[in-house]
């Protein structure tokens, strides 16, 4: 059975940091293309990054990109970001979900797949 599960997820102040975890079971994540997106209330699921783990090559929104990496461990099936200098318009849900095999640039909610719980972060002072 697919299974995502995030992890990470907390209150921040705005510039502060936190690293979500997306743990895979049930399947290797080392063939796939692994994405994080997140949504907000009121607001459509939009991609945030992804990353080729055959490879680690990546993809970031314009929105992130400098602020957030995306990494991957494959010997513990576990996919990871990292978000620092977070904003207030940050805030929102994040999942993790698989996007196929193919390059991280199809980092888009249409090509995703199988879909973790969700974690919540919120940056507020």
């Known amino acids: 059975q697919v299974q995502l599960v995030e992890s990470g997820g907390d209150l921040v102040q705005p510039g502060g940091s936190v690293k979500l975890s997306c743990a895979a079971s049930g399947f290797g994540l080392g063939y796939f293309t692994i994405g994080w997106f997140r949504q907000a209330p009121g607001k459509e699921r939009e991609g945030v990054s992804c990353?080729?783990?055959?490879?680690?090559?990546?993809y970031y929104s314009d929105s992130v990109k400098g602020r957030f990496t995306t990494s991957r461990d494959n010997a513990k099936n576990t996919v990871y970001l990292q978000m620092n200098s977070l904003k207030p318009e940050d805030t929102a849900k994040y999942y993790c979900a698989t996007v196929g095999w193919g390059p991280a640039t199809d980092c888009n909610v249409a090509r995703a797949q199988h879909w973790g719980q969700g974690t919540q972060v919120t940056v507020s002072s």
């Open positions: 990353i080729r783990t055959t490879d680690g090559s990546t």
